[in-house]
């Protein structure tokens, strides 16, 4: 349980998957209960056998959420209340920015509204999904739409 309790304070008790809150207090059994996601994805474990980052970060998630053991890529969810057209794939986009910095477009969008909403979702989302990344939004008009790009500071 120690172990759970240092990942739940350091993801604040919120899950890194569904950015929902999870309850300390709720049974491990519960599919709402809080556990332990250790955060492989394809290119981390590749990574992992170059001998580098051989210590996969731990992040809280809910038991129904977890990932980790089922062996598939985790997947962060676009709100459904943004209007995006084309998202971006939000772990693997993340992932490509802690890796090598720069730029990755993340969605477009039809209205400077949309995208501003998005842009703000992600800044904030991004914020806990990968807390050492700092980053800046861009919002570019073309051809009639928004496209929402993300840069590294
Ligand atoms: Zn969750």
Redesign the pocket.
Known sequence: MGQLNDVGEADGWR?W??D?PVDPDMSPNDPRGASVDTRITKAKAKKKKQGKNSVPPERL??K??NTGKGGNDPVVPWPEHLIVVDPAPIIAATERLERKGGREAMARCPSQDDADSVAAWLIDRLSRLSPELKLRAEIASTGGQYLVSLHTA
């Open positions: 899950c998957l569904c929902e998630a809910h129904s959420c």
